[in-house]
């Protein structure tokens, strides 16, 4: 059984940083692509940031490109999400998820391509 823990989020201010990681548990890593959504109050989950199995091919939201980076430490079996330059707009529950793909750099930017989920973490960037 997989399971995916999320660090903490936290409270920010605006152009401030933050750095979320996601740990996985009960399968081998680097079997996974990972991914980063988020979901706004009222709103649908949307896709943030995504990461092949080799950490090789990256994929980003217009929203995030060039603020946030994902990378990920198969030794660790963690993925991380470094956010800058942080927006209001950016407030959200923020989720990892894996999906198990036999192609190394694959990357999924929709929600039902992702097999596992983690419970989300919060992170509330004031103005």
């Known amino acids: 059984q997989v399971q995916l823990v999320e660090s903490r989020g936290g409270l920010v201010q605006a152009g401030g940083s933050l750095r979320l990681s996601c740990a996985l548990s009960g399968r081998t890593f680097s079997s996974y692509t990972m991914g980063w959504f988020r979901q706004a109050p009222g709103k649908e989950r949307q896709f943030v940031a995504t990461?092949?199995?080799?950490?090789?091919?990256?994929y980003y939201a217009n929203s995030v490109k060039g603020r946030f980076t994902i990378s990920r430490d198969n030794a660790k079996n963690t993925v991380y999400l470094q956010m800058n330059s942080l927006k209001p707009e950016d407030t959200a529950v923020y989720y990892c998820?894996?999906?198990?793909?036999?192609?190394?750099?694959?990357?999924?930017?929709?929600?039902?391509?992702?097999?596992?989920w983690g419970q989300g973490t919060q992170v509330t960037v004031s103005s």
């Open positions: 998820a894996a999906a198990r793909t036999g192609n190394f750099e694959y990357t999924g930017k929709v929600v039902g391509e992702y097999d596992y």
């Open positions: 990461i092949s199995r080799t950490g090789l091919s990256t």
